[in-house]
């Protein structure tokens, strides 16, 4: 077995769920969103379910009438 470099240890990542992995990549994917913006919508919505569905009323806030 390879052992990581030292301080290389990390911690395994919380399992997701198929749905919030599918909202994951339709933020990704989203129009005028990019890694920026996808890192503060995670960061502030907690979930990428949580953060697509404030993506309608957030564009909106910045003047887009469609979405």
Same mark, same amino acid.
């Given at each position: +077995?390879?052992?990581?470099?030292?301080?290389? /240890?990390?911690?395994?990542?919380?399992?997701?769920?198929?749905?919030?992995?599918?909202? =994951? @990549?339709? %933020?990704?994917?989203?129009?005028?969103?990019?890694?920026?913006?996808? =890192?503060?919508? +995670? #960061?502030?919505?907690?979930?990428?379910? /949580?953060? @697509?569905?404030? %993506?309608?009323? @957030? #564009?909106?806030?910045?003047?887009?009438?469609?979405?």
């Amino acid at each position: +077995m390879i052992q990581p470099p030292s301080g290389a /240890e990390t911690s395994p990542q919380p399992r997701i769920s198929e749905d919030d992995r599918i909202a =994951r @990549l339709q %933020l990704l994917r989203s129009p005028r969103d990019g890694p920026a913006t996808y =890192r503060r919508l +995670m #960061a502030a919505h907690g979930t990428a379910i /949580e953060a @697509l569905s404030a %993506l309608p009323d @957030l #564009a909106c806030s910045k003047g887009l009438k469609s979405y």
